[in-house]
């Protein structure tokens, strides 16, 4: 991709709305997701697509628990309590990647990023 074409991507990502962009980017980790579920466990890209569900959903629990979060508090506590179920499965010896890609794209939903 040449500079300028990223330099434009770059400029488009910043005018999107935060809810679109992080419906985006659980839409990016449940690709990965998908592109892993009929590989073995041990394949490398299953292995970066859980490790990369991972860092979303500690990002997500990070952001929740924030003090400064401005989102109702009730929610903020049923994203905690869902990224730990995540995090659970995630940490299990073989992860149910349906259940992992059902989470997200529900939450991507709700972000109102479906699509």
């Known amino acids: 991709m040449s500079t300028m074409a990223m330099r434009a991507y770059g400029a488009t990502r910043a005018a999107m709305d935060p ?3 992080e419906a985006d980017v659980f839409r990016r980790v449940t690709g990965s997701l ?3 579920a009929g590989v073995a466990e041990d394949d490398m890209r299953r292995v970066r697509a859980i490790a990369d569900n991972r860092r979303l959903w500690l990002a997500v629990e ?3 628990g924030h003090p400064g979060n401005a989102l109702p508090e009730r929610l903020r506590a049923d994203l905690v309590s869902l990224g ?6 995630m940490d299990l010896a073989a992860p149910d990647l349906g259940f992992l890609i059902d989470v997200n794209e529900q939450v991507a939903a ?3 990023g479906a699509g």
Request: hydrophobic share 45%; glycine share 12%; no cysteine.
């Open 19 to 21: 809810r679109v962009q």
């Open 34 to 36: 998908r592109a892993a």
């Open 110 to 112: 709700g972000l109102g």
């Open 84 to 89: 730990r179920a995540v995090r659970r499965e």
């Open 62 to 64: 990070s952001a929740a």
